[in-house]
C-alpha cells in the first residue's frame, strides 16, 4: 500500500467518525430570541456626579466660611493707656486682629510698628509686650508715680477677667525688665454703645472713658471734656481722693512753673511734670532743666495753681505776695499758702466738697515762729479737725470723730 492509498483511508475514517453536518446541524436549532441580550455601550451618569461633588463644595465652603468668620471675629478689646491710648482687637484664639493708635501720643508710640499694622497676627501677649516696651522708650512710664492702664472689653466675663490678671502680670514683668517702677492698673469694662461712642468722639479708649464717668459719678460739675484730657495717672488719684475738684493739669503746672522760674530759653529747656495727686497736698512736681542753669524744682497745687515750694526769680499772679516768705540768706522766695488753700487741703484730704460741710472754720496761728492753719468742719456726722502748715501746706495733724 502506498504513501497515497493510507492518507486516503485514513480520511475515509475520520469523515466517518464526524460527518460535516453544519447545515444540518444549524437547521435543528430553533431561535430563542427572549434570551438574546443585547449588548450596548454603558453610559456613565454624569448628574448623580454632579450632585455630590456640588454637595461637598456646599459643605467645604460652608466649614470654610464658618471657620475664616470665626478666626476674624472680634472677641475681645483690650486698651492700654498712659497718655497715649492704643486699641487692641483680638479673636477668641487671642490673635491681634488690629491694633489701633487712638491719639497722636499713640501715634508717636507705634511709628516703629507700622503703626500698630506689624502687630497684625501676633499672639496678644506679644504685641501687649511690644506696645509697654515703646511706651517706655518714649519716656511714659519712666517715673516711680507713672502707671498704665489695663482694660478688657470682653462679653465672656470669665474670659475678660482671665484676660485681665495674664496681662496685669506681663506687663509688670516687662516693667520690671526695664527698670520702670510704674504702676500697672487694670480693669475690665461692659460694653456699651454709649461708652464707645464718648471713647470715639474724644479719641481715647473705652478704658479711659470709662474711668472719666467715674469721676463724672463722683463730682457731676465735672466734665468730661476736660478729664479725657487727663493721664491716667491723675484721674486714678483723682477718684481716690473723691473728685472734690478739676486739677489744672500738667500743661498748666508746667507754664506756671516756667513763668516761676523768668527768663528760661524755652527752645533748650527741658520740663518735666511728674502729677502728685495722692499727696496729702495734691500738687505738680516740676523740674526744669537748661545748660548754664541750676535744676530747678517746683511743687504747684495741682487745684489751685499757687505753687508751694521752688525758687522764685519772678513773682508769678498765681502766687500772691502776702503769702510768699522771704528765705534768709538767700535770693529765693519760698511760697505759702493762704486761708483758702489750708481749707482746700483739708476738703480734699476728708474726701469732701465744701457744700457738703457746715461749721466750717479756718484760723491761722503762730507755733515757733511757723505760721499754721487750724481748719475745722463737720459732715456726716463726723467732726474734722486738721492742722496745716502755713508754708508748705502740709498736714501736721489730723483729727476725726464723732460729731456729737
Known sequence: MTEQELNRRLKQALDAAAPDDLDGVLSRCAPREETVVPLRPKRRSHTRALIAACLTLVLVGGAGGVFYQRANAVASVVSLDVNPSIELKVNQKEKVLACTPLNE?????LSGMGGGADLKGTKLEVAVNAVVGALVSSGYLDSLSSAILISVEDQDQDRASRLRQELTGAVDSVLQSQSSGAAVLSQTVDASADLDQQAREHHISTGKANLV????????????????QLTVEELSDLIQLGSPAMPIGMEEASRIAREAAGGLDADSASVEVDPEL?????????????????????????????????????LPPSAPAENQQSASGSGSVAAGIGPDQAKSIALTHAGVS?????????????????????????????????????????????DREQDD
Open 105 to 109: 501720643e499713640a501715634e508717636a508710640v
Open 213 to 228: 464717668n467715674q469721676a463724672i459719678a463722683q463730682n457731676g460739675s465735672l466734665t468730661f471734656d476736660a478729664l479725657a
Open 278 to 314: 495722692d499727696e496729702a497736698v495734691p500738687h505738680y512736681e516740676v523740674e526744669l532743666s537748661q545748660p548754664g542753669r541750676n535744676e530747678q524744682e517746683y511743687l504747684v497745687d495741682a487745684f489751685t495753681g499757687a505753687i508751694l515750694s521752688g525758687d522764685l526769680t519772678v
Open 354 to 398: 465744701e457744700d457738703q460741710v457746715s461749721g466750717l472754720q479756718v484760723q491761722q496761728d503762730q507755733d515757733d515762729g511757723r505760721l499754721e492753719y487750724e481748719v475745722e468742719f463737720r459732715s456726716g456726722g463726723m467732726e474734722y479737725e486738721y492742722t496745716i502748715d502755713g508754708g508748705t501746706g502740709q498736714i501736721l495733724e489730723y
